[in-house]
Structure formats: C-alpha cells, structure tokens
DNA sequence: AATAAAAATTAGGTGTGACTAAATTATAGT
DNA sequence: ACTATAATTTAGTCACACCTAATTTTTATT
C-alpha cells in the first residue's frame, strides 16, 4: 500500500486520457503531456507496473493502460479536477478559461470531505464548466453520446454539450464566438475541400469554423 | 530566486509563532512543532541561512529568527490558513474543529486569485473561526490587544475573542462549555493555590476552568 | 572549576522523481 | 532484406528533504 503521491497522480490522469480510444500510451505521448523527458515516464511508469498491487500494465515498447486499480485513482483525481471547475466558475466567479490551472493543482490536495461538501453545495452536477463528465462519487464515468461538431451536416441541427480544451486562448476565443455549452447550432454549408463548416450559432449571422475548431466542441443532435 | 517549497512554507510558520514572543525558535523546538528530527531542521535551516536573500537568520546553538523576506513569506502563508479557515467553516459548513488539517494542507497550493476572491465572499474578515488574526492583503499582521482569560479576576467581566488551540478534541470541549468567540464572561471566584478561574459564560451556571483552558483563552475586558 | 545532562550539529545514508547521454529496439522507405 | 530514422530504454547523476548515530557545544549542578 505505497501512497499514490500529486505525481503518480498525474500520471494516471493523463494514462486516463491517453488511452481513452482504446490504445496503449506511448512513453513519448505521456512525457510530452507531462511536460518531462521521455526518459524520466520510463523509469517512472516501470515503478507504477510493479509491486503486488500495480496501477498501469506495461510491457517493454508496448505502451502502458491503466488498471482497474490505477484507473480508480486516476478517476478520482478527474472526478475532483471537474468539481474544482465547477465550484470555481460557479461559487467563485472565475471565468471559464481560468479555471485549469488552478483546479490542476487543488485537485491534488482536496480531502474527501471537501469534495463531498463542494459536490453537495454545486447539486451534484454531472458536467463541469467545458462540459466534461464528471465521474460519480462512486467513481463511474457517465456514458456521453454526443459527437464533434465536425460531423455535422446541413441542415442539421444540434446543442453544444462539450468543449474540449484547455487552453486559455482558444477557450476565450470560442466563448467570443458563442460556441459554449448549451448553444443552439445549425449546419448551413460544408466544404468537401477544406472541412469547414459554416454553422449558425444561436440564429445569430452564420460564421465559419475549420476542423480544428470542429473537432474539438461536441454536440448532440436531439436533445430532450 | 530559488522557490518557496510548501516544506519551507511550513518551517516558516512554525517559525513566526515560535518566535512571536520575541525570542529566537531553538533547532528542537522547531523540530518538534514539525513533527521531524532536529537533525533535520539543522539542514534546513542552514540551507534557509544561505544565499543571497536569506529567509532566516541563523547562528549556530543560537536559534532562528525570520528576516523580513522571511517574515513576508510566512505572513502570505497565515493569511492562506486563515481565510481558508473562515471560508470552510462559513461556505461550506465545516465545523471549527475540523478545519485545521484541511487548511494546513491547502494553504501551500491556492494562488492570489484564490486567496483574493474568497476573502471578498467572506467580506474581508479579520478574524478567522478561532478568533485568529488574518493578516491584511498587503501582510500586516493586524495588532491584538487581548489578554489571557487566566489573567481576569472577580468580578471583571470580558468578551471572548479569540482561543488559540489547532487539537479537534480540546475545540469541541471548548465549544460545549460555550467558550467561543463572542462569549460574554464574567469570573466569579480566583483561586491563587490552584490558579482555577470560577467563571459565568453567557449569564449561564458558572463553570470552573484550570489554567490549562484559561491559558488559551483571549478576552477582551471593554468591548466596543 | 569539574562534570553531568541537555541541546545542537555533523556525518553518512535513504527514497523520490527528475535530468542527460548513450545504447537499444522498433518502424518505415527503398 | 537493408538501412535510416524514430521511439524507447538503460546507465549514471542530481537536488530535495528526511533519517539515525556519533560528536560537539552549551547549560546547569554540585
Ligand atoms: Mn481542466
Ligand atoms: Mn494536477
Ligand atoms: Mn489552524
Ligand atoms: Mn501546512
């Protein structure tokens, strides 16, 4: 029973995200994320493989996934990162594109009586401020059904349900474009040829995202 | 420019309220408040000496002072605690018993924003649940003119105003003799063999405390 | 002033989690 | 199949902050 340090912590998280599609992280792609040497992962991710009860698999060059035990860590350091999100935007007044860093750093360090308490005070919502499931206390990740934005079609029409980034700059520059949680979107007009797509955001005057927008705001088509 | 560690963090503070009466903190007592051996807050202490902006002032078998960058540090890290403490218990509903541990260990990682936006939801308090100083924003250590309820004798009457006492069981007795902040006191009977303070709290019986209660509770005698 | 006790420091060592440089293994293009 | 490139691992270091054991310095007692 070693303790699971802020480091191992992160790890997980981004092991988490990593292997979301169903593939193995690379020691590259996890020490990129990390912001650490490839060298350093390596060591790192061969200590969390061993011991009698380890938090990833690994196999030499093979990548590593999490298990069961380590994807339960990993979802309660995700499941506090949401909460933190939440609870700063709604009982603190941070704004949406502020909120990463600071929840990246609590989220290590909040006891579970806290979270318990800024669960309860928020209703115990399911989604943070971008959108992201928030998994439950029992440590289940909610199923999403929506899909990108660059998927759709005119003359469809969709809600915004999630905004995939963490990054300050885009997150402003899509909060200016009215492309947040919640907006009502219709496909006008998709270009075979480049990917864009011009889409009307709130009936307001149609504007043109490319794919590396597209891709990272997911909808869902017909909401209840 | 070398960075202020939490562990640094935490001698400083031990340090302020260690040499808060104005004597220089000796190596074990440090080391005791710390919970570490005093080996150990010889290294440390060494290394906070050195360099070219010094957090303390340090000679050997002499003890340890804060300098005035030192000072700073530890006064940013009070303020953390402090207003942590305040937003726990009045945001969130933790009782003052409870409080310690959490704020001991978030102070260390919320950033000015943070410390910012909850001082203003809480009104910019003064005073933290326990009746501690919260150092103001630009770190001034706000005076205190209190004085040991031990030192009241019949039949002077007093408000409290603050109980300096970090231990969960020792608050929780406090509070179920009514001895919180805004009590009106008043002693009744002064015992000089056994220094026993027969005191009425808030109109009710009178209670007999010992010097080991009395010594940890701040009144006020003339209220505003 | 001598000496016993207490306080503090030094010496040597540990585990964690990073680093760089070098070596190895895998992958892809010809 | 061969080879260049990219990905990954190994080897060797380092800083941090702690530890225990041994030594030195201070202080208190007689
Ligand atoms: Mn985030
Ligand atoms: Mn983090
Ligand atoms: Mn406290
Ligand atoms: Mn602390």
């Given at each position: 029973m070693k303790p699971i340090t802020q480091n191992i912590q992160d790890y997980l998280k981004e092991i988490y995200t990593l292997t979301d599609g169903g593939e193995a992280a690379s020691t590259t792609a996890l020490a990129a994320r990390l912001g650490i040497a490839p060298a350093s992962v390596t060591g790192m991710v061969q200590k969390l493989a061993?011991?009698?009860?380890?938090l990833v698999n690994y196999r030499k060059h093979q990548g590593v996934t999490l298990t069961p035990e380590g994807k339960r860590a990993a979802l309660e350091v995700i499941r506090h990162h949401r909460l933190l999100e939440t609870y700063l935007v709604?009982?603190?007044?941070?704004?949406w594109d502020n909120v990463h860093e600071e929840a990246c750093r609590l989220e290590h360090f909040i006891s579970e009586e806290f979270e318990s308490r800024i669960a309860v005070a928020l209703g115990n919502?399911?989604?943070?401020?971008?959108g992201e499931l928030i998994p439950t206390p029992e440590l289940e990740m909610p199923s999403d059904e929506s899909l990108a934005l660059?998927?759709?079609?005119?003359?469809q029409k969709a809600v915004i349900v999630r905004v995939r980034a963490d990054d300050s700059a885009l997150l402003r520059h899509l909060e200016s474009l009215g492309l947040v949680p919640g907006a009502k979107i219709q496909a006008v007009e998709y270009s075979l040829f480049d990917h864009n797509l011009r889409i009307q955001v709130d009936e307001k005057l149609p504007i043109v995202v490319g794919s590396a927008i597209s891709d990272k705001i997911f909808v869902v088509c017909n909401p209840l």
């Open positions: 061993g011991g009698t009860h380890p709604t009982m603190l007044g941070y704004s919502p399911i989604r943070d401020p971008h660059s998927a759709l079609r005119p003359p």
